[in-house]
């Protein structure tokens, strides 16, 4: 595995990619960090002994070990890595929770994130595209790979103009075991790559007893993926010479397998032994070179260990495009986000606006088009719909982006939104949110409206790792119905309910779950608001002042102008925290769910709670 990333590391670097987004499992994880990222040999002692990677004051519990990871713009440690080439490449190493394979879309979503910001910023050439300077790397487990519905999720939004990264290579650390699970009993296929063939997705298989071979494998990987920007296959034929985890005896399950693993010299011992032959030059006193070596190696981990008994923490700083934010220990506190009526109504408007000789359709434009024109004028009875395109309007105007993704978000599941115009003859998509202009705001916004593949976890997902990449995005994914959710449980759980308490990670994703007892059968009437308040930590009292500092924000806004200013709100606040949003349905078009435009006006927020006198 270390010589396939070294590889794939100094190929990057040699073609001009800048930053790898890398997600990987637990396995081989702590070597990684030690011997190709740089990681501080003390305080990976110190997490051994059991002490937290975080300072005590830091509102953060800390993971396992086997979770360590490098960040690139969340904590205070980089990796930058020269080979020779170009500028140094930077490095990082994604945070995982123990579900394998759930990193893989989080670093799809991040590796998107970064390079749409290089272009956005004109950090590179005019003629970049997607995938010419962020590459993301993709490790799994042979078991995990074939077994988890999330592989098939992610390399299904691979190549999809909304989710594409430009490629991802893929690294399966085949031990031809699952725990315990033999192959035979772990898949039906004959390899475990097969899954790849539903994206036609090339497979290079190879031995991993053989370095060299590995080195060539995964430099034949990196041309594929940089050439044509298409994800790939590397099949790291392997073994596992221990057990699962330090207590685990392989032998009671696979004895066949473990007697010939323990017969069986290590990959170091039969490369060193290779090279003694075909290349003596290497070591001039033979195995005396050798074990110099790793004497010297080893008194190196011996002096990392007694420092790590006086090793601390260093202070966790948000820096890169999180510069400027702060990981908060109190929420409390109101945001102003009320907006200059004029400019409410001019955004009102544009946000219906098509292109001349644009042929829409005539249902659009009698019941969306007209009627908010003539709201927006009145200022009276403002519906759902406007509430929300305000919302994104007038941070687009302040140079927010958005982006929100999801199935059928462009119209809306309820056809209540229409974010996006098709001309009827042509088919021809417009959004004109992104043909907004205005002399008084240098720069605009763009809102990306990502229709999805019909998947929960790995869109999900990747929406994480957009927005833990770049706190200037409101990214939002929208469930068709509330209930949809669950497809993607496991990333509500692992990352965005405890990512900021495990790892400091923070994030502003909002969800938007459609929820109400009105129709549609009884899977899709409830959002089930009760999961999210048991998996919510805070103690909620509206008139407490004490600090509060909630792992997420749970609103259920009755009216258009709360959803106006809870969603400028998670831009406005100098923090990021997830937001979850039931919003309605029938209450969408109801005559009483309405708000004057007064209400999103100057010196007005979100409150918590209405009171009707």
């Not at 501080?40 to 004051?57: C, I, M, Q, R």
């Not at 032994?273 to 290349?279: G, H, N, P, R, V």
């Not at 948000?318 to 986000?337: A, C, P, Q």
Request: negative net charge; glycine residues 8%.
């Amino acid at each position: 595995m270390m010589t396939v990333l070294d590889t794939i590391f100094r190929e990057s670097n040699r073609v001009g990619i800048r930053e790898i987004v890398l997600g990987m499992p637990h396995r081989g994880r702590l070597n990684l960090l030690a011997d190709l990222l740089q990681f501080p040999l003390a305080s990976l002692f110190h997490k051994v002994k059991g002490n937290n990677e975080f300072l005590d004051d830091e509102p953060a519990t800390g993971d396992v070990i086997s979770h360590l990871y490098k960040k690139l713009y969340s904590v205070a440690q980089t990796v930058d890595l020269s080979y020779g080439f170009n500028d140094k490449i930077k490095v990082s190493l994604l945070n995982n929770p123990s579900h394998l394979e759930a990193v893989n879309p989080v670093a799809m979503g991040e590796a998107r994130a970064r390079q749409m910001n290089m272009l956005d910023n004109g950090d590179v050439e005019s003629d970049c595209q997607l995938g010419d300077r962020v590459l993301c790397v993709q490790l799994h487990g042979d078991a995990a790979f074939c077994g988890q519905g999330v592989v098939t999720e992610s390399l299904g939004l691979s190549n999809l103009p909304h989710f594409t990264s430009g490629g991802s290579i893929h690294v399966i650390v085949n031990n031809q075991i699952g725990y315990t699970t033999p192959a035979m009993n772990a898949r039906s296929s004959i390899y475990t790559s097969d899954v790849g063939k539903m994206i036609a997705c090339p497979v290079i298989h190879v031995n991993a007893d053989y370095p060299e071979d590995v080195a060539h494998a995964a430099s034949i990987a990196s041309e594929y993926r940089n050439k044509f920007k298409k994800d790939v296959i590397l099949d790291m034929i392997a073994y596992r010479r221990w057990g699962h985890n330090e207590l685990d005896e392989p032998a009671f399950t696979q004895p066949n397998m473990y007697l010939n693993i323990r017969n069986r010299l290590s990959v170091p011992s039969l490369y060193e032994k290779e090279l003694m032959i075909s290349s003596p030059e290497i070591f001039p006193k033979g195995i005396s070179d050798i074990e110099e070596f790793r004497s010297m190696y080893f008194t190196q981990l011996e002096t990392y260990l007694a420092e790590s008994y006086d090793y601390k923490p260093s202070q966790t700083i948000l820096k890169g495009r999180w510069e400027g934010l702060k990981i908060t220990k109190d929420v409390s506190g109101k945001s102003i986000t009320g907006v200059d009526l004029n400019i409410l109504r001019k955004i009102g408007k544009d946000s219906v606006a098509a292109p001349e000789g644009m042929t829409l359709h005539p249902r659009l434009k009698k019941y969306h088009i007209e009627p908010r024109i003539k709201k927006i004028e009145s200022g009276k009875n403002l519906d759902w719909a406007t509430g929300e395109a305000l919302a994104f309007g007038t941070l687009l105007l302040e140079g927010y982006d958005v982006r929100i993704s999801g199935q059928d978000v462009g119209r809306g599941t309820f056809s209540q939104r229409h974010a996006m115009f098709v001309d009827q003859n042509t088919e021809k998509v417009v959004i004109p949110f992104n043909h907004m202009a205005s002399k008084d705001h240098l720069k605009i916004g763009k809102i990306e409206i990502a229709n999805s593949s019909l998947s929960e976890f790995a869109v999900m997902g990747f929406e994480y790792g957009m927005s833990t990449a770049d706190p200037s995005r409101l990214v939002l994914w929208e469930a068709q119905f509330g209930d949809f959710f669950n497809g993607a449980q496991i990333i509500i759980d692992t990352y965005i309910s405890s990512g900021e308490s495990k790892w400091l990670m923070s994030s502003g994703i909002v969800l938007l779950l459609p929820h109400g007892y009105d129709g549609a059968g009884p899977e899709h009437s409830s959002a089930r608001i009760e999961r999210f308040l048991q998996i919510c930590d805070q103690k909620f009292d509206v008139n407490s002042n004490d600090p509060d500092n909630p792992n997420i924000q749970i609103v259920y806004p009755t009216t258009p102008a709360q959803y106006f200013h809870v969603l400028r709100r998670q831009m406005h606040r100098r923090f990021r925290k997830p937001l979850v949003i039931f919003t309605p349905k029938i209450l969408l078009r109801h005559p009483a769910a309405v708000s004057e435009i007064e209400l999103m006006g100057p010196g007005t927020s979100f409150l918590p709670i209405l009171f009707i006198s």
